[in-house]
C-alpha cells in the first residue's frame, strides 16, 4: 500500500488545518493507521491512530483538540487538527499497518509496529 499526506502548510495559534492520508494499491478496510510527526532535532512520536474498526486514539498533548477520522470508501484517513500550537510544528506522516499485526490497535501510535509509510506534510504554526 502506497500512503500519501496532504494538508499541511502555515497556520496561526488557535488556527486550524486538516491533514489527509491517501492510500493506493489497496484499500485501507483492514489496517491500522497511525499519525506522526517529527519536529527538528527530536524523534518521530506518535500523534493519534485509528483502528480497522474505528477505534480512536490519542495522545495526551493532542486530545481535545485533533480528531482522526477514516472513510474507507475513499481509501482516505484525516487529522483534523484544531486550536492549534507552536509546539505542533513538524513534519507529519501517516503509517498504516495490517490490523492482525498490532496485539493491540493502540500499537499504531508506535513507530516501530508500523509497515508502511507515507511522506510526510510540513505543519507550521507561527503567528
Known amino acids: 500500500v502506497q500512503l500519501q499526506a496532504s494538508g499541511g502548510g502555515l497556520a496561526q495559534p488557535g488556527g486550524s488545518l486538516r491533514l489527509s492520508c491517501a492510500a493506493s494499491?489497496?484499500?485501507?478496510?483492514?489496517?491500522?493507521i497511525g499519525w506522526f510527526r517529527q519536529a527538528p532535532g527530536k524523534e518521530r512520536e506518535g500523534v493519534s491512530a485509528?483502528?480497522?474498526?474505528?477505534?480512536?486514539y490519542y495522545v495526551d498533548s493532542v486530545k481535545g483538540r485533533f480528531t482522526i477520522s477514516r472513510d474507507n470508501a475513499k481509501s482516505t484517513v484525516y487529522l483534523q487538527m484544531n486550536n492549534l500550537k507552536p509546539e505542533d510544528t513538524a513534519v507529519y506522516y501517516c503509517?498504516?499497518?495490517?490490523?492482525?499485526?498490532?496485539?493491540?490497535?493502540?500499537?499504531?501510535?508506535?513507530?516501530?509496529?508500523?509497515?508502511?509509510w507515507g511522506k510526510g506534510t510540513q505543519v507550521t504554526v507561527s503567528s
Open positions: 485509528i483502528s480497522s474498526k474505528g477505534r480512536q
Open positions: 494499491g489497496s484499500t485501507l478496510d483492514d489496517y491500522n
Open positions: 503509517a498504516a499497518a495490517p490490523s492482525e499485526a498490532h496485539t493491540v490497535p493502540s500499537f499504531a501510535l508506535i513507530p516501530r509496529y508500523m509497515s508502511y
